[in-house]
């Protein structure tokens, strides 16, 4: 079955980095866009950014751009998110998200990891 | 961006009622090339996930009861689920992913009444 296994969040101190990774299996990895999507404590769904099965196409939300970067190994059917000056408001839950590769529509979530930067 | 307005922020139905849920786009999320709408709904339950309900705004994901069911075009969509059960309990999402960023509705919180 089609499991996403978030790992690396934490706490961490403004302006600090943190890499989260996101392990996939139970489908043909490289075949799919992949998606790192979070929801801050209480709030709503933001979408941060998408890479393309290759890895050749890449898109950032503006609220991330330049500070967050998404990257993929198809070889270890694993997608990251290196993220550095990390702010208060970066606080919530990350997810990854199986995302089709004609459409980018987000089929398949995963449990996501905690973040939560406080000094 | 395109904006996605959804409403009610909270509704409670009565077990065996039909409830329905809005969605508004600030732009026309139809692509011309095929024809169809890039409007998604996402069930999130607590402590759980979202969970794909609804695709092409009317195409029911593999595995969801008929009783979910999505309309509209263009810029206004429409979740109905036709019989509230308990387990529909949730927070319901819609979603554009006709363009990046994609964005998403703030969300309707669905409970029994």
């Given at each position: 079955q089609v499991q996403l296994v978030e790992s690396g969040?934490?706490?961490?101190?403004?302006?600090?980095?943190?890499?989260?990774?996101c392990a996939a299996s139970g489908f043909t990895f490289r075949d799919y866009y992949m998606t790192w999507i979070r929801q801050a404590p209480g709030k709503g769904l933001e979408w941060l950014s998408h890479i393309s099965s290759s890895g050749s196409t890449i898109h950032y939300a503006d609220s991330v751009r330049g500070r967050f970067t998404i990257s993929?190994?198809?070889a270890e059917n694993s997608v990251y998110l290196q993220m550095?000056?990390?702010?208060?408001?970066d606080t919530a839950v990350y997810y990854c998200g199986r995302a089709t590769t004609v459409t980018t529509l987000i089929d398949f979530w995963g449990q996501g990891t905690l973040v939560t930067v406080s000094s | 961006d395109i904006v996605m307005t959804q409403s009610p922020e909270s509704l409670a139905v009565s077990l065996g009622e039909r409830a329905t849920i809005?969605?508004?786009?600030?732009?026309?999320?139809?692509h011309s090339s095929n024809n169809k709408n890039y409007l998604a709904w996402y069930q999130q339950k607590v402590g759980q996930p979202p969970k794909l309900l609804i695709y092409w705004a009317s195409t029911r994901e593999s595995g969801v009861?008929?009783?979910f069911s999505g309309s509209g075009s263009g810029t206004d969509f429409t979740l109905t689920i036709s019989s509230l059960q308990a387990e529909d309990v949730a927070v319901y999402y819609c979603q554009q992913?006709?363009?990046?960023?994609?964005?998403?509705?703030?969300g309707t919180k669905l409970e029994i009444k």
């Open positions: 969040g934490g706490l961490v101190k403004p302006g600090g980095s943190l890499r989260l990774s993929r190994d198809n550095n000056s990390l702010r208060d408001e | 809005n969605c508004k786009s600030s732009q026309y999320v139809l009861p008929d009783r992913y006709y363009t990046t960023p994609q964005t998403f509705g703030q």
